[in-house]
């Protein structure tokens, strides 16, 4: 999706940094409603109602969804002051680990809670526990940087098959079967993965795990075990390493693939066609997503393996993960707030901007009512 105007894409490029401190207001939306503002994306101030306590609110996470957070910060800044979010990346699995030590007020995860991960988080959610609420959705790009090639098919078995190094040439039978008429060099494959533990290796690898016809014999997980291949820290590192390597491919959130400006390949997944990494594509597979999650928790399960029309299958959700109940009673008022108005219609729209996938009305509704529910 192309970026609304010059000040959205700048706020896209300039989220790639790994780390990003943002100094915003502790504000949130009345309801859902639309608010028609201002050309930026940001809601205007009578539309936005700020939180009656300030103060300093952490956070900490998933890499992917660091330009949404930009996003927000520029609706967010525009109608109230008084309260500091420092947003961290450091990717999901650092994110939840802070989170559980009870060092953030949330964080962002491209992954639901495991059991364990749920039990830990009981000692510093007193009263209660962590839960995952749906934030932002988008898909995972594989993007490439192959020499001489603009457009590109792949499937489940193929992807499972490079990025454990059981495919080595961009000739090899396999590509060139999805890839009828394309020059496809005779060179190696760089493939490249994420180094430290993240949500988005856990959603590309439960596909793999999923779609890959049997060729991808490692769980789903947030650490990598694919053999071979090279690494980068984060979302953007992934993504810059991509770009100033050639014959690579790797898999980033669409809103990095857009903001580096590299190449995203489509996906056959036994569709009449090949399905093009898009917002509307994603929002496709969104909204047929299950919640699985218990109580209040709202983790969903997105069907991989899909055969939709126009479903792109690697989509997934950013959680935000917050205590149920025992939240700091200093920060749960900014808490609150921010994430009722990233939750709705303006929020969600806003970062629709930036290639992000917006959350199906009834799945905002329900995170709506468990953000009111924090206590």
């Known amino acids: 999706m192309n970026l609304r105007n010059g000040r959205s894409k700048a706020l896209a490029i300039g989220a790639v940094a790994l780390v990003s401190t943002l100094s915003l207001s502790a504000c949130g939306t009345d309801d859902n409603t639309p608010s028609g503002g201002s050309s930026s994306g940001a809601a205007p101030a009578a539309k936005i109602a700020c939180a009656d306590k300030g103060g300093q609110l952490l956070a900490a996470g998933s890499t992917a969804q660091t330009p ?15 309260t500091s979010l420092t947003y961290s ?6 994110g939840v680990t802070q989170f559980n030590q009870g060092k953030v007020a949330f964080a962002g995860s491209d992954g639901a809670l495991k059991q364990s991960e749920i039990d830990t988080s009981k000692t510093v959610c007193t009263g209660g526990q962590g839960i995952d609420l749906p934030m932002v959705g988008g898909l995972i790009s594989i993007v490439f940087n192959v020499e001489g090639v603009d457009k ?46 993240s949500g988005t290796t856990q959603n590309l690898t439960a596909y793999l795990g999923k779609a890959g016809g049997g060729a991808w014999k490692y769980p789903a997980a947030k650490s990598w075990s694919g053999q071979g291949g090279q690494s980068a820290n984060g ?25 580096n400006k590299l190449n995203s390949a489509a996906i056959a997944t036994g569709a009449s066609k090949p399905v093009e990494a898009t917002a509307a ?20 399960d997105i069907d991989y393996a899909t055969k939709a029309e126009g479903a792109y299958p690697l989509t997934l959700v950013t959680y935000e993960i917050v205590c149920d109940k025992g939240n700091k009673a200093d920060t749960l008022p900014a808490l609150k707030s921010f994430l009722t108005y990233t939750v709705s219609d303006e929020g969600q729209q806003a970062i629709g901007a930036v290639g992000y996938v917006p959350l199906p009305k009834e799945l905002a509704g329900k995170v709506k009512t468990q953000i009111d529910a924090l206590a």
């Open 68 to 82: 949404a957070i930009e996003v927000w910060k520029a609706a967010y800044g525009n109608a109230c002051t008084g």
């Open 89 to 94: 990346g450091g990717g999901s699995g650092a």
């Open 152 to 197: 590109l098919v792949v499937d489940g078995p193929t992807l499972a098959k490079i990025f454990d190094s059981q495919i080595t040439k961009w000739n090899a039978p396999e590509i060139a079967a999805l890839n009828p008429g394309v020059n496809l060099p005779a060179a190696d494959i760089q493939a490249i993965h994420r180094s430290e533990d």
């Open 235 to 259: 979302s953007a590192g992934v993504a810059a390493l991509v770009k100033q390597t050639k014959n690579s491919i790797s898999y980033v959130e669409l809103s990095y693939a857009q903001s």
């Open 281 to 300: 594509n994603g929002a496709t597979t969104l909204a047929n997503a299950k919640i699985v999650g218990k109580g209040a928790d709202l983790a969903l």
